[in-house]
């Protein structure tokens, strides 16, 4: 029996295709190339978030730190004066002059009737380059806070938050704190810096506690 001419014969085989050694050296590397370059692109990006983050977290602590011991020194004071303080002549406290609006760079507290002897003057120096706000006390200098460019921090005012003109008995000391803070404390940027500085306010109210 003969079989069919056409069912005997066999169908040819379709091409079999595929990638050659150097197609899959080529494939890799440019596949390595764009993961090594993503890894490091991110790993720099981390980076400079945690360096903003630490640079704001740090100067946001100091300067809390700093109203928390301002208003625990407020309330405990017998008396609280507002007025200037000159650090590098020498000079003493000066309260503002009555009929003078009551706004200045330094904030005196007074535990006792004995101001000579017991006091705490909070003031801000704006002749040091990093603007900072201290602390002096029997001749004791304690730097608080940095980067503080406004003069004018504290202000006593009234319930109603107009500042005075007089020495009322128990002010609102209302405390004012402008920071212009360099985000980028480990690096260099671009050709002058101008825009790699932060900018925020830190302001609070206190009342000394009556006695």
């Not at 900072?132 to 003069?151: D, E, G, H, K």
Request: proline share 3%; with cysteine.
């Amino acid at each position: 029996m003969k079989s069919c001419p056409h069912i005997s014969k066999l169908l040819p085989r379709r091409g079999e295709t595929g990638f050659t050694l150097a197609e899959m050296m080529v494939s890799t590397s440019i596949f390595l190339f764009i993961f090594v370059g993503t890894m490091v692109a991110i790993q720099i990006f981390g980076m400079r978030v945690v360096t903003l983050a630490q640079t704001k977290l740090v100067a946001t602590t100091g300067a809390r730190q700093t109203l928390n011991a301002m208003r625990d020194s407020i309330r405990a004071a017998t008396f609280v004066y507002v007025g200037t303080y000159n650090p590098t002549n020498g000079s003493t406290f000066a309260q503002v002059p009555i009929n003078n609006l009551q706004m200045g760079n330094a904030l005196e507290i007074v535990y006792t009737n004995q101001a000579s002897t017991n006091y705490l003057v909070y003031y801000q120096d704006s002749t040091q380059p990093t603007n900072l706000m201290c602390s002096i006390t029997n001749n004791v200098v304690t730097v608080l806070a940095q980067y503080v460019t406004n003069y004018y921090c504290f202000y006593a005012e009234d319930y109603q938050t107009n500042i005075l003109l007089n020495y009322q008995n128990n002010p609102v000391i209302h405390v004012i704190m402008n920071f212009s803070q360099w985000e980028y404390p480990m690096a260099f940027v671009g050709t002058n810096g101008v825009n790699a500085y932060d900018f925020y306010r830190l302001q609070t109210r206190i009342s000394r506690r009556s006695k």
